[in-house]
T-cell receptor
Framework: AQSVTQLGSHVSVSEGALVLLRCNYS??????LFWYVQYPNQGLQLLLK??????LVKGINGFEAEFKKSETSFHLTKPSAHMSDAAEYFCAVTPTGFQKLVFGTGTRLLVSP | DADVTQTPRNRITKTGKRIMLECSQT?????MYWYRQDPGLGLRLIYYSFDVKDINKGEISDGYSVSRQAQAKFSLSLESAIPNQTALYFC??????????????FGPGTRLTVL
């Protein structure tokens, strides 16, 4: 069975600082991995995904994530936080063949001036 | 216009009442999903459907039922609502091509409160 663990329910950064949101996965087969963002009072929006090929994946709004099989990780980063990045971020996994997603518990990113 | 719509957006009801949440999509996707979101628990899958004749239970289907009336419509029902079903409910759709282009697209959510 697949699962994801997101370390830290809340992460606080200052505007302009590095953003690092952690995600570790468990999968018995090669996984597809996703990061979604949820802005206040909105649905989830896809930030980026890893399926095959290049392990460094670039997404929208300057975010990127690196698939590290040896560490079973898919951490999300952004070099410089912006106030508009304040939101909740969800990591998700699915086995190849993609029938359904399994989500992590989410990390709320707080950005201070 | 939004590709995935949910009605109602907010609903307050009482214990024991029957509630239906509706989801419609104009994306032409075959696969549709219902999730609930609870603080600290992330999103959990309630039911999913790969086409009109295919309905599958997710990890937390007890107390819920669904109907796939057409490719574009997927409804979630709470036959007898209880307070611990208070949550934010999301519908999602996906093309279902079975390729790496598959991505789930989410509706705006329905906030349900059961008193």
């Amino acid at each position: 069975a697949q699962s994801v663990t997101q370390l830290g329910s809340h992460v606080s950064v200052s505007e302009g600082a590095l953003v690092l949101l952690r995600c570790n996965y468990s999968s018995s087969v090669p996984p597809y991995l996703f990061w979604y963002v949820q802005y206040p009072n909105q649905g989830l929006q896809l930030l980026l995904k890893y399926t095959t090929g290049a392990t460094l994946v670039k997404g929208i709004n300057g975010f990127e994530a690196e698939f590290k099989k040896s560490e079973t990780s898919f951490h999300l980063t952004k070099p410089s936080a912006h106030m508009s990045d304040a939101a909740e971020y969800f990591c998700a996994v699915t086995p190849t063949g993609f029938q359904k997603l399994v989500f992590g518990t989410g990390t709320r990113l707080l950005v201070s001036p | 216009d939004a590709d995935v719509t949910q009605t109602p957006r907010n609903r307050i009801t009482k214990t024991g009442k029957r509630i239906m949440l509706e989801c419609s999509q104009t994306k032409g996707h075959d696969r549709m999903y219902w999730y609930r979101q609870d603080p600290g628990l992330g999103l959990r899958l309630i039911y999913y459907s790969f086409d009109v004749k295919d309905i599958n239970k997710g990890e937390i289907s007890d107390g819920y039922s669904v109907s796939r009336q057409a490719q574009a419509k997927f409804s979630l029902s709470l036959e007898s609502a209880i307070p611990n079903q208070t949550a934010l409910y999301f519908c999602a759709t996906m093309p279902g091509t079975g390729t790496t282009t598959d991505t789930q697209y989410f509706g705006p959510g329905t906030r349900l409160t059961v008193l």
